[in-house]
């Protein structure tokens, strides 16, 4: 008998981001929320995803050198653990993405 995968569904909210926008004669911004479409949203996620599958690759490889140079034994377990922490670090693209397309819209709109 085959295990059923169970699948978890929810209603996605998309994201937004909040800027400041100065208003004449206040010294208080308003603040103005910008949201991303789905399209670009899916985009941005599809391509985060992408440059996270090879920098996981490279982060692995790295890992491996780090140990070599410094003579350690190249443990599979302490290459995974180094690799991941590597990842970590540089691995928060598809937020920052998000964000910088989010300021993009709102720079856009602050034009007209």
């Known amino acids: 008998m085959e295990k059923e995968l169970v699948k978890f569904t929810w209603d996605k909210m998309t994201f937004s ?13 308003s603040w103005e929320e910008v949201y991303l479409t789905e399209d670009e949203e899916k985009e941005i996620e599809l391509k985060s995803k ?25 443990f599979q377990s302490d290459v995974i ?4 922490a590597l990842f970590d670090k ?6 920052y993405h998000k964000e ?13």
């Open 17 to 29: 981001k909040s800027f400041p926008k100065t208003l004449k004669g206040s010294t208080y911004p």
């Open 100 to 112: 910088a397309k989010a300021k993009e819209k709102f720079d856009e709109e602050k034009k007209d």
């Open 90 to 95: 540089i691995a928060s693209h598809s937020v």
């Open 50 to 74: 992408n440059e996270n599958y090879d920098l996981m690759k490279e982060c692995i490889d790295k890992a491996k050198d780090i140990l070599k140079e410094k003579e350690l034994k190249d």
């Open 81 to 84: 653990s180094m690799a991941i």
